[in-house]
């Protein structure tokens, strides 16, 4: 509501000389007031200067201050006079119990001089003109009243000019004036277009046109919605070139400086840390707080300052891990905020919901964040001590809501494809690593920090036997999930070609041939080590790959010269030659990716000699620290990272070993069963004879009858349990029968087998398969001394 006062001539009065409509009868606005009484207006007169009054001060005026008290009413009282002449008062009704913020009062104290100025001229005419409207014009400001139903709009010719619409292209609906906005924006302006009944008071916002000549003009619209019986029927609203278009130095570079670290930014907390350093102190705010939109929730993703006392009560309900989240529904001024796509700015001492209270005292300033036609999140700035919004601040504001959203949503989709790779990496790397009886393994392995995390990478240890265990690095060519699966298949291939018994070589020429199959457009690199735990004696086998380093017991240093091949699936008649190494209780071994010694200021040579260096200074004692000092600080890694450590101590207990070939003669059996009898005897071994002579002859037995091809037996002491071996040319694994009834002539033998075994089974062996089984040999009686020592105590004297 707005009217204008004049002094009344003869006598010491204001007469009431133009609202806007019906104002007089709708808020009851007296017809004369008295220039010597408490009015607001005549108090404003006298004074020469602006009176604002919130809807508590103008309560306790005496009789309303001649202004009929409303509930979340304020009133300003602005004079209006030329060159010391006082020619009248504009009086203003606001809907804000707190009263009308500062960049208001500005825009009224102009609109109150362009009253001023058409009031004087006019003076004295023959009739009275119209005042509050051609004032609005001149000031370039535009009015229109929609309907919501119907979709049409009365538009004034400001409007109309302020859009770029001509008055003779003007068809009257509402749509028109939309298709000159930026799609950016239509998310807000429809939130007018369709406005809600439980959205309480007014609306005000910026958006942005495309005039004719295809430049970009901001414009601020403020409006509210005429509702009966709780229906929207019009809504009225004025739009004017907003102030905030022409920016300072210190905006732009501060917009600029946002939008390069936000395009830096690549997770979601990257970004809220930009958000705290770009708006807690340049706005001075006491908090900010961030909080994507997921599912209907807000999850927070930032709080500053972290500590739960600092935030609303309820909050910390919901804090039920590094940050709070809670449902969109709970917070309703977040609700309306979002859904109409619009800032929200809250003056102090607004009373808000529990959710939001104490987050801003003194000011809440509510942004949404668009992407994408979408809100992805909302961010929060709170002040303790009353805060006025100067319309720099408002530009600021928003721009920081379209860039911070933009960035939010990208870093999401960053987020959540990084959990997928990493989910996918933990799945195609070995769980945990075998326990070695002569060594001790460790592995790392850290994703690359830049770009897509999952890479081809990858590590393996394999223990081959008890005394045997095979190593293998590789890394497969880019990071994408490409090249993760070839990684995946590699390493499958490697582990199942190793368990058959091949060699290094063969090992790693079999994956070669796999991969150039494949018709990948990637290559792989490989180092394969193969190491008897018993004597140190190690074969590698490098593919392309960095060579091995090694620690001696001594401290010292050393990469292995490892002769080199081309890397799997470059060609497929490539060869793999061995390099056999012998290794010394007490020896480190280090297998490493390029991603921990090469990186684009770090050269090659530099990093295997800093490797080195950090080898020799380390304790060998605890390999898992020498693997985290290895590591160090990679920082914002290039590439992915794979460590392989093997500390090798030699076996604490030697096995014995001994072996018989097996002819296919009819007496076979009995030539191995005395060859067992002899080994067993040498051994000292004997009271576990019949049960080993019995597995002997079975295995045995069952070699020559179902395969073809050489039979070989091996028997091993190790400790006090005794190893049966039996080798063989057919792939086929031993089956034992289900049901044996008492009429079946065979298939008892490997049941046998069974009961009198610790342990036994099959593994598949290079053209074959080995059947073993294991024997636990009692401890000895100590010899008994003494009186009666050798005798038999149940016997005669």
């Known amino acids: 509501m707005a009217a204008v006062y004049v002094p009344e001539a003869g006598t010491e009065a204001l007469r009431l000389m133009e609202t806007t409509a019906d104002a007089a009868s709708e808020y009851g606005l007296p017809e004369r007031l008295s220039l010597s009484g408490g009015s607001p207006a005549a108090r404003a007169l006298r004074s020469g200067r602006p009176l604002w009054l919130t809807s508590a001060a103008l309560a306790s005026l005496p009789d309303g201050g001649s202004f009929p008290p409303r509930a979340e009413t304020s009133l300003g009282a602005l004079p209006l006079g030329t060159e010391g002449r006082r020619l009248g008062c504009l009086v203003v009704l606001g809907t804000s119990t707190a009263g009308f913020e500062a960049d208001q009062q500005r825009f009224l104290e102009q609109y109150a001089d362009a009253v001023a100025d058409l009031l004087q001229t006019v003076a004295g005419g023959p009739a009275p003109q119209p005042l509050l409207g051609p004032a609005l014009h001149s000031l370039h400001v535009g009015s229109f009243a929609l309907m919501p139903d119907t979709g049409l709009i009365e538009a004034d010719d400001t409007l109309l000019e302020l859009v770029g619409i001509t008055p003779d292209g003007f068809d009257g609906k509402a749509a028109t004036l939309l298709v000159h906005a930026l799609p950016e924006d239509m998310h807000a302006l429809m939130s007018v277009m369709e406005p809600s009944s439980q959205a309480p ?235 070695l009886s002569g060594g001790t393994a460790i592995a790392r392995y850290l994703p690359a920090r830049r770009g897509l995390q999952v890479g081809g990478d990858w590590y393996d240890v394999i223990a081959l036997s008890e005394d045997r265990v095979a190593l293998v690095i590789g890394d497969v060519q880019g990071h994408s999930a490409g090249a993760a699966t070839i990684m995946g298949q590699m390493r499958t291939a490697v582990r199942a070609y190793a368990v058959e018994g091949h060699p290094p070589d063969v090992v790693v020429s079999h994956a ?126 290039e590439d992915d990272v794979a460590l392989l450590l093997l500390r090798y101590d030699g076996m604490k207990t030697r096995p014995i070993r001994a072996g018989w070939a097996v002819w296919r003669l009819p007496d076979a059996v009995m030539h191995a069963r005395r060859f067992t009898a002899r080994t067993l005897r040498r051994w000292n071994v004997e009271a576990v004879a019949d049960a080993v002579l019995l597995v002997v002859s079975e295995l045995v037995t069952n070699a020559l009858v179902y395969t073809q091809g050489p039979v070989h037996l091996e028997l091993m002491l190790r400790g006090d349990r005794v190893r049966i071996r039996v080798s063989d040319s057919s792939p086929r694994a031993p089956a034992k029968p289900v049901i044996v009834d008492w009429e079946a002539t065979g298939g008892r033998g490997l049941l046998l087998v069974e009961a009198v075994s610790e342990t036994f089974g099959s593994v598949p062996v290079a053209h074959g398969k080995q059947v073993w089984s294991e024997i636990v040999v009692p401890p000895r009686e100590p010899a008994r001394t003494g009186p009666g020592a050798g005798t038999d105590q149940g016997g005669l004297p």
């Open 512 to 637: 070669n041939r796999l991969l150039v199959g494949m018709e990948s457009d990637l290559f792989a690199t490989c180092c394969y080590a193969e190491l008897d735990l018993e004597e140190g004696n190690t074969l590698f086998v490098r593919a392309g790959h960095l060579s091995p380093l090694i620690r001696h017991p001594d401290g010292s240093t050393e990469e292995v010269q490892v002769e080199g091949a081309l890397p799997l699936g470059i060609s497929a008649e490539a060869e793999f030659p061995m390099t056999a190494v012998a290794l010394s209780p007490g020896t480190l071994l280090a297998l490493v990716t390029d991603g921990l010694v090469e990186a684009a200021d770090l050269p090659l040579d530099e990093g295997m000699q800093r490797i080195r260096t950090a080898l020799a200074a380390a304790d060998p004692a605890d390999p898992g620290r020498v693997a985290d000092e290895l590591l160090g600080d990679a920082g914002r890694r």
């Open 201 to 435: 008071g007014g609306r005000e916002l910026e958006f942005r046109v495309r005039s004719p000549s295809g430049g970009m003009r901001w414009l601020s619209l403020s409006c509210r919605a005429v509702s009966t019986d709780d229906r929207p029927e019009q809504v009225l609203g004025v739009v004017t070139a907003t102030s905030v278009l022409p920016q300072g130095a210190d905006d732009v570079s501060r917009i600029q400086w946002l939008t390069a670290a936000l395009d830096a930014a690549t997770t979601v907390a990257d970004v809220s840390q930009v958000v705290i350093t770009a708006l807690r102190t340049p706005l001075g705010a006491d908090r900010v707080a961030l909080a994507e939109l997921q599912n209907n929730r807000l999850m927070v993703t930032v709080l500053d300052p972290p500590e739960p006392t600092a935030w609303p009560e309820s909050w910390r309900s919901e804090w039920r891990s590094e940050w709070p989240d809670a449902p969109v529904s709970a917070l309703p001024t977040l609700q309306m905020a979002l859904r109409d796509g619009r800032l929200d700015l809250w003056p102090a001492c607004t009373a808000l919901e529990p959710g939001l209270a104490g987050i801003g005292p003194g000011g809440l300033a509510v942004l949404p964040l668009p992407a994408r036609a979408r809100a992805a999140g909302v961010c929060l700035i709170g002040w303790d001590q009353p805060h006025e919004f100067a319309p720099e601040e408002r530009f600021l504001l928003t721009a920081t809501a379209a860039l911070v959203g933009q960035a939010l949503k990208r870093a999401h989709a960053h987020d959540a494809e990084q959990e997928l790779a990493t989910m996918l990496q933990r799945s195609l790397l070995p769980r945990r690593l075998p326990e």
